[in-house]
């Protein structure tokens, strides 16, 4: 069965640093890219990063470019998500999700990070 | 990185089909048949129902199905069921400098 967990989210202050983690299994990790998506509460799904199986290209929306760092341990099967300088409009629901010719056909459970003083 | 455009609300009775658009560009939704589509209940995760256009995943019920026009990608949901009520949301492929998009949802009532 496939399964992705995430972690790592909680309450941080602007200006701010926080890591999130994505432990994959039911699956050969290695084989795929894998994205994170947020959803700020009450908004719809936001593509944030997204990073092929060998980590050899890496994407970024436009509103985290800069600011958040996506790196993968396939070795570990494990996703990561290492953001800095965080905006109060960065308070999202995180989301890790498998892709393949569409965004997510596997999606984690979601860690909430909220960023406020 | 412009979201795909989405109706905010669309709403049935029992029984009957809605159609929910999902309009992009020729770098998007036009250019690809990489079009899925998400049922997502309230505090849960996205759920796959529709990708590459047209094909349903392995346990998504055939009241669901897809199809693409132009730029436009729509959702079907035939013989609504209160269990259809939720927001759906569609995405693509683009060849813009960012591999994904998503609409900006549809939020699903059924009278």
């Known amino acids: 069965e496939v399964q992705l967990v995430e972690s790592g989210g909680g309450l941080v202050k602007p200006g701010g640093s926080l890591r999130l983690s994505c432990v994959a299994s039911g699956f050969t990790f290695s084989n795929y890219s894998m994205n994170w998506v947020r959803q700020a509460p009450g908004k719809g799904l936001e593509w944030v990063s997204s990073i092929t199986s060998s980590s050899t290209y890496i994407y970024y929306a436009d509103s985290v470019k800069g600011r958040f760092t996506i790196s993968r341990d396939n070795a570990k099967n494990s996703l990561s998500l290492e953001m800095d300088s965080l905006r109060a409009e960065d308070t999202a629901v995180y989301f890790c999700a498998r892709s393949r010719t569409y965004l997510g056909d596997y999606w984690g459970q979601g860690t909430l990070v909220t960023v406020s003083s | 990185q412009s979201a795909l455009t989405q109706p905010a609300s669309v709403s049935g009775s029992p029984g009957q089909s809605i159609t929910i658009s999902c309009t992009g560009t020729?770098?998007?939704?036009?250019?690809?048949?990489?079009v899925s589509w998400y049922q997502q209940h309230p505090g849960k995760a996205p759920k796959l129902m529709i990708y590459d256009v047209s094909n349903r995943p392995s346990g998504v019920s055939n009241r669901f199905s897809g199809s693409k026009s132009g730029n436009t990608a729509s959702l079907t949901i035939s013989g609504l069921q209160a269990e259809d009520v939720a927001d759906y949301y569609c995405?693509?492929?683009?060849?813009?400098?960012?591999?994904?998009?998503f609409g900006g949802g549809t939020k699903l009532t059924v009278l």
């Open positions: 995405s693509s492929y683009t060849s813009s400098s960012t591999p994904w998009v």
């Open positions: 020729s770098s998007d939704v036009g250019g690809y048949n990489y």
